[in-house]
């Protein structure tokens, strides 16, 4: 009896050293994702790494409002369990980093998340409402992103933090969301592109370099993304 009571607390002690080594290699993880983040963010703040943050999901999106980066642009969001970290491609594609930081979203400051519908869901923010389009995992991304504000706020109910809405409520007419799904398929060519041709011939590179100063360029000014293009 005695050695089967010895074996036994031997066996919860091994136990409790594979968690911690378990534990230990999900940090780690954790603080190699930061690094790669940071790396691959122009103009990133430095106070994005933190040793109380972890990058919990990253979604490719095309904005249908206009208050990031413009209608129709392609936007890439860094989900932190305190805060969302929001991108854009850079104007020359082929740097690196590949992308311009635009803003950084508190999730204390996020007051609601609106699921529109298919593709399309919105926040509405501290800056005002904005809308954007995927064609990503909508549905886990939407729960990833309440669940990290219900922790954020000290909340029990995430599910509260999302309701169905309609474009009507965040002022966008019904052709935006159709008009949207054209500059997605622009938006998605531009990001693989960009991402894809460091070492192409030079032919490649002028058909790129037409690509980007398309119409579909040209936007005004918002009020989350007024710092000046970065090269």
Do not use: W
């Amino acid at each position: 009896m005695e050695d089967h009571a010895t074996i036994q607390e031997a066996i919860a002690a091994l136990k409790k050293v594979v968690e911690h080594i378990n534990e230990d290699k999900r940090r780690t993880e954790d603080r190699l994702a930061m690094f790669d983040v940071v790396r691959s963010i122009h103009n990133c703040p430095a106070d994005l790494l933190s040793s109380h943050r972890h990058l919990t999901a990253k979604l490719e999106c095309v904005e249908v409002s206009n208050l990031i980066v413009g209608r129709g642009h392609p936007v890439t969001l860094f989900l932190f369990s305190d805060c969302l970290e929001l991108c854009k491609p850079r104007k020359k594609p082929l740097s690196s980093p590949s992308l311009k930081h635009v803003t950084r979203l508190s999730l204390l400051h996020v007051e609601q998340v609106l699921d529109l519908g298919d593709a399309q869901f919105g926040i509405i923010c501290e800056h005002g409402p904005f809308a954007l389009t995927t064609e990503g995992d909508k549905k886990a991304f939407l729960k990833e992103l309440c669940a990290n504000i219900a922790t954020s706020l000290c909340r029990p109910d995430p599910e509260s933090l999302l309701r169905v809405a309609s474009v009507e409520e965040l002022s966008l007419e019904a052709h935006s969301l159709t008009l949207s799904r054209r500059m997605k398929r622009y938006a998605s060519r531009v990001v693989q592109r960009a991402t894809s041709l460091h070492n192409t011939p030079g032919r490649l590179r002028r058909a790129l370099s037409q690509l980007l100063t398309s119409p579909f360029r040209q936007h005004e000014g918002s009020p989350m993304g007024k710092s000046g293009e970065g090269q």
